[in-house]
Each structure stands twice: as C-alpha cells, then as structure tokens.
C-alpha cells in the first residue's frame, strides 16, 4: 500500500469575484478535516470581507503582493515572504494592487466555509 497521495486534480473552488482557488488538500478535496492547502491567485483589485476565522492560516506568496489588515494593522507581504495568522484574529485579504498575486494557503484545521465568520 502506497504511503503517499499525489493530488493531479484539485477541488476548483467556484467564485464570483475573479479568484482561483485550487484546494489540493482538504475537506472539498480528500475529506481532511485536519489541514487544507490551496494554491490561489487573486486578481488586481481584488478584497475580501473582513473576517474572523476558526483556523490558523499560513501564507506564502509566489508572485506579486498581497495585502492584510490585521487587528487595524496593515501589511504587505511580497514574492518569497509568509505569514501565520492565528486563528480568531479578525482579518481582510485584498490585492489592491496593479497584478495578480498567486500564493499558497494552509488552514489548520481544514477551511470550511462555515469557519470563516465573514463580515458581509
């Protein structure tokens, strides 16, 4: 038996606001409630809702910049930077900038769009 999993056909999440979201791990993809990995691009001028999520995050952005606010503070991670945002911390994701921004994601545990807490 195989002690390995080779994902070739991630979970493509469905989005209204330009976003990729490919899930190669996780809840959508193999049931994991433990973990999820995605490899997302988000467009220029791209933001999300702040929220409050019910997992810790971690961030590692390939190409372009992305932007948090964080409790009221603002950062801006570059191409080779990462960030861990512990989980209950209120946070918004944008890309205000001029080019898409592709990074990666992983939750612990997994995403659920239930765990999110969104401020619409």
Same mark, same amino acid.
């Not at 002690?3 to 991630?10: A, D, F, L, R, W």
């Not at 929220?51 to 961030?59: A, G, K, L, V």
């Given at each position: 038996?195989?002690?390995y999993?080779?994902?070739?056909? &991630?979970?493509?999440?469905p ?8 899930e190669h791990?996780?809840?959508a993809?193999? +049931?994991? &409630?433990?973990?999820?990995i995605?490899?997302? =691009?988000?467009? $220029?001028?791209? @933001?999300?809702?702040f929220?409050?999520?019910e997992?810790?995050e971690?961030?590692f952005? =390939?190409?372009g910049k992305?932007?948090?606010i964080?409790? +009221? ?6 191409? +080779?930077? @990462? =960030?861990? =945002?512990?989980?209950? *911390?209120?946070v918004?994701?944008s890309?205000?900038?001029?080019? &898409?921004?592709?990074?990666? $994601?992983?939750? *612990?545990?997994?995403? @659920?769009?239930? @765990? ?5």
């Amino acid at each position: 038996m195989k002690k390995y999993t080779i994902q070739n056909n &991630p979970f493509v999440v469905p989005t209204n606001d330009g976003k990729v979201i490919k899930e190669h791990f996780g809840l959508a993809t193999d +049931g994991n &409630p433990n973990i999820s990995i995605a490899h997302m =691009i988000a467009p $220029a001028g791209w @933001s999300e809702p702040f929220q409050t999520p019910e997992f810790d995050e971690f961030t590692f952005i =390939i190409k372009g910049k992305k932007q948090f606010i964080i409790e +009221g503070e603002m950062v801006v991670l570059e191409a +080779g930077q @990462s =960030i861990k =945002i512990e989980r209950h *911390t209120r946070v918004q994701y944008s890309n205000p900038f001029t080019e &898409p921004c592709e990074y990666l $994601a992983i939750c *612990t545990p997994a995403f @659920s769009i239930n @765990s999110v807490n969104r401020e619409d």
